[in-house]
């Protein structure tokens, strides 16, 4: 029975922040940057779908390391048929967190663009579009680094902890967008 990890939640909250980003955008209404608007909200909708489907990838990837585990592992030359199993099943594991760490990277990005010209009545909806994004994204950390441990190629383990480095710059402007929307609500 396969069951959702820590993938698929950080890609259904990668989905939620495009789709908080993608209504902002629906409700501004700026006529002189209405063709702004309509390139944002066809962006989030196409990250809430991608980051839909990758949830489901992460489910797939999760039942193939699932069985990989239950693997015979009597013998030598079945233990090590089975890590090498692991190994390449884990390393498939990482794609769909890597695709919602790319994902809420993009969401952060749509997100500081639209904040200027958001519906002021919306705009702790940009802030929680952020949040969200920033929760993908140090989830998808997770679910890559739970991964590490059991895959045997070293460059490609080297590659995935370098990538998984952007969530601290990911995060900071997350924060800053926050920051930013606290101010406009607050003075």
Do not use: W, Y
């Amino acid at each position: 029975m396969a069951a959702p990890g820590a993938g698929a939640t950080a890609a259904v909250e990668a989905a939620l922040s495009a789709s908080l980003v993608a209504m902002v955008g629906r409700f501004t209404k700026a006529e002189e940057h209405a063709e702004l608007v309509r390139e944002i909200v066809a962006a989030a909708d196409a990250q809430r779908d991608a980051c839909l489907g990758a949830a489901a990838d992460d489910e797939a990837a999760f039942s193939a390391v699932a069985e990989a585990m239950k693997m015979p592992r009597g013998t030598a030359e079945e233990k090590e048929k089975r890590r090498r199993r692991l190994s390449e099943v884990q390393l498939d594991a990482t794609r769909p967190p890597l695709a919602v760490l790319a994902s809420a990277g993009e969401l952060v990005e749509l997100a500081r663009r639209v904040l200027p010209i958001a519906n002021r009545n919306l705009v702790s909806d940009v802030a929680a579009a952020t949040a969200a994004a920033r929760a993908a994204a140090t989830t998808a950390r997770l679910a890559v680094e739970a991964n590490l441990a059991g895959i045997d190629d070293e460059a490609a383990r080297a590659g995935l902890v370098s990538t998984v480095a952007v969530v601290e710059d990911l995060a900071r402007r997350a924060d800053e967008i926050e920051a930013e929307v606290r101010t406009m609500m607050h003075g």
